[in-house]
């Protein structure tokens, strides 16, 4: 009974475990993307002309999320009086180079909540009218979304 109770302890510390590890790719790869997304808009700014210097600060809502492929199995069951039919979804599994994953149908990245982009031309309207364009345009977000201040 005591061995019983003390894999039971091992076990669920390495289900903790596990899971935290679970978290950790999750928030790993939401900070990727929100990241990218900054470098590519702070890129793109730069070049708007009465700019200027410019920090970026992106917010997202969820984490990265990944879609499998996965194949349906039916089976038919007849009795006497009556006939049915079992479903299962199984997700597709490729070998690639010795190591078995799952198949991705798609990727969902978060969703781009709200930009702020502190730039010294912020005290003009023409440059901020710009920059709230070029960041709703390329993110495809409300200019509510957007904030833009003089830095």
């Given at each position: 009974m005591i061995l019983i109770l003390l894999s039971e302890l091992f076990d669920s510390s390495d289900k903790e475990v596990k899971t935290q590890?679970?978290?950790?790719?999750?928030?790993?790869?939401?900070?990727?993307?929100?990241?990218?997304?900054?470098?590519?808009?702070?890129s793109i700014i730069k070049k708007i002309d009465g700019v200027g210097e410019v920090d970026i600060l992106v917010t997202v809502d969820g984490t990265t999320e990944y879609v499998y492929a996965e194949e349906l199995d039916t089976q038919s069951n007849e009795s006497d009086d009556s006939q049915s039919e079992d479903y299962t979804n199984k997700?597709?599994?490729?070998?690639?180079?010795?190591?078995?994953?799952?198949?991705?149908?798609?990727?969902?990245?978060?969703?781009?909540?709200?930009?702020?982009?502190?730039?010294?031309g912020g005290d003009r309207y023409e440059i901020i009218e710009k920059v709230y364009r070029a960041v709703s345009t390329a993110l495809n977000i409300p200019t509510s979304s957007v904030c833009v201040v003089k830095g």
């Open positions: 590890t679970v978290a950790d790719d999750y928030y790993s790869t939401s900070t990727a993307y929100k990241d990218k997304i900054q470098s590519e808009l702070l997700v597709v599994i490729i070998d690639e180079d010795g190591n078995q994953k799952p198949l991705i149908k798609k990727i969902v990245e978060p969703n781009v909540t709200g930009v702020l982009v502190v730039c010294s």
